[in-house]
């Protein structure tokens, strides 16, 4: 009897430890399960939270890809602008010589000796022509009218800086007629004065004195 007392408490302790140590395992098979499942939650959320970022970066990139498409076809668009400025410019200076040179050729008369001088024009032609004296054309000569001069007279009387100023409200395309002349040249055509002014004419280059 007294030795199965004896043995009865010589266990009793043992199967205590063992209940606390089991109690003692649960609890941390618990914690480290637990530990487990909140770190296999974070490691989806931060695969969801990488599997967006490669998308956006795809999408940057695609982006990317599309300004740079359109960023070069801006500057091919640019340089065919700037190709074609170039080819305007140059035509506007092709545009600017031939109006200089028209202009020129409208500031001069052609003259020559025997039946077309001067002499002979100015006997028998309609009195008050004002392409007789050299230097006006047909346009310089509508622009005198327009201007109130009509007749040879009435271009004697006008001052040089008034011709000129007539000339320059008509634009650069008569920059090259010279007027100095022409009062000198049109008061010998008032007066009739061929020989005279045939002879004036002839110390002429268009209308400006070569000397």
């Keep these: 009897m007294e030795f199965g007392t004896l043995f009865l408490a010589t266990l009793e302790p043992c199967w205590l430890w063992w209940l606390i140590l089991s109690a003692l395992a649960f609890i941390l ?5 637990c530990l487990l499942c909140s770190n296999k939650k974070k490691l989806r959320e931060l695969e969801v939270d990488n599997a967006a970022l490669q998308a956006r970066s795809t999408n940057w990139e695609k982006d990317y890809m599309g300004l740079k498409y359109q960023h070069e076809q801006l500057e091919g668009t640019l340089k065919e602008i700037r190709a074609k400025l170039n080819s305007c410019e140059a035509d506007k200076r092709i545009l600017e010589s031939k109006l200089a040179q028209a202009g020129e050729g409208e500031g001069r008369v052609e003259l020559s000796a025997g039946p077309t001088s001067v002499v002979g024009m100015g006997r028998s032609s309609n009195p008050d022509d004002l392409t007789k004296i050299e230097g006006i054309g047909p346009k310089i000569e509508g622009l005198l009218n327009a201007g109130g001069i009509h007749t040879w007279k009435e271009l004697a ?3 040089v ?3 000129q100023e007539i000339l ?3 634009g650069k395309r008569f920059g090259l007629a010279k007027p100095d002349s022409w009062p000198r040249q049109a008061a010998l055509a008032a007066a009739g004065e061929w020989e005279a002014l045939q002879k004036l004419q002839d110390e002429l280059q268009g209308g400006i004195d070569k000397s």
């Design 161 to 163: 800086e008034r011709l």
């Design 157 to 159: 009387n006008t001052t």
């Design 168 to 170: 320059d409200e008509a």
């Design 29 to 33: 098979g618990a914690i480290v399960g």
